[in-house]
């Protein structure tokens, strides 16, 4: 197949480029910034102009993969004209662009659609619950969930094909640290420097290692039912609280706990995701292999290279 996956040089993206390329696919990768990576072109999705060049100049493609996303709660506090713009904007170009081009999308949103929601959290939550149950407690839920809804109004307008994913802290190698980032790499990242960091008492959460998630995000192509939405994370078994992920990141890089401060709850953020897997499992064969000790350790291994400190 011939795919394109736009924000490909981000960490998901990279990641599943490597994995697509794997499965022999021709795979050309669309981002933001300036690289010399093979196969790859420079678009922002929140312009037109740049995207519909990709398109003209590169097309026709089979799949998109649409994961070209502001990331993160704080950074759309922070940012949010470019929040919005990319990620309602650009993914509105992108359905543009399926209306007239006829291509199969994957959509990547995330599992912070579901917000506060005290239950458990399998996909259909969303349509079986009014607003008020599932109410997203930032802008970054809110655009995500947005583009869900966008992508539905599609497929019932134009008959446009797509897969909608829900990833759940995914992690791994390729993440480059920001403030904004998830607790996995900001936890290593201060953890290697020595700079101290918070750990909220209270929350649990289940991780998944993204090359688990890549591989079976791979095979939707080989198994697509559009209209279908998917949670993809690691396995129940695995969910821990956090400060048991921060235990094994000091474990990973050779720490103690000093560096690290102990609070209550967080607040505007969910306790316990209590999260469902059945479908990704039946449909796609998902069946995580990297356990968070493993996975942990990995991801710093990652690191230490890429900020050369060995």
């Known amino acids: 197949m011939k795919i394109l996956v736009t924000g490909g040089a981000g960490f998901i993206g990279t990641n599943l480029c490597i994995e697509l390329r794997k499965r022999n696919h021709e795979v050309i990768a669309c981002d933001l910034y300036n690289t010399e ?58 359905l543009r662009q399926q209306e007239k081009r ?75 640290y920001t403030p904004y980032r998830g607790f996995i790499p900001k936890f290593i990242y201060h953890a290697l420097n020595d700079i101290p960091y918070t750990v909220y008492k209270g929350h649990k959460r289940i991780i998944d290692y993204v090359e688990d998630t890549c591989w079976t995000v791979a095979n939707i192509i080989d198994n697509f039912i559009p209209g279908e939405v998917y949670n993809v994370g690691s396995k129940a078994a695995w969910e821990m609280d956090i400060k048991e992920y921060s235990d094994l990141v000091l474990k990973a890089v050779g720490k103690d706990d000093s560096l690290v401060t102990y609070k209550e709850s967080e607040p505007f953020t969910t306790k316990v995701k209590k999260i469902d897997f059945s479908k990704i499992i039946k449909d796609l064969g998902h069946d995580p292999k990297i356990s968070p000790e493993e996975g942990i350790s990995r991801t710093a291994e990652w690191m230490k290279n890429y900020y050369r400190m060995k």
């Open 102 to 176: 006829k291509f199969r999308m994957i959509f990547f949103s995330s599992a912070e659609v579901y917000g506060d929601y005290s239950g458990e959290m399998k996909e259909s939550v969303m349509e079986d619950n009014k607003i008020s149950d599932t109410y997203q407690m930032n802008d970054y839920a809110i655009t995500k969930w947005s583009g869900e809804l966008m992508c539905l109004n599609s497929a019932e307008m134009f008959g446009t094909e797509t897969v909608r994913i829900r990833p759940v802290n995914c992690y791994g190698p390729h993440e480059e």
């Open 37 to 94: 990576r093979d196969n790859y072109v420079r678009c922002d999705v929140s312009k037109h102009g740049q995207l519909l060049r990709v398109f003209d100049e590169l097309g026709p493609f089979d799949f998109v993969y649409h994961l070209a996303a502001e990331y993160g709660r704080w950074n759309g506090e922070a940012y949010y004209e470019n929040l919005w713009q990319t990620n309602v904007i650009g993914t509105k170009h992108i």
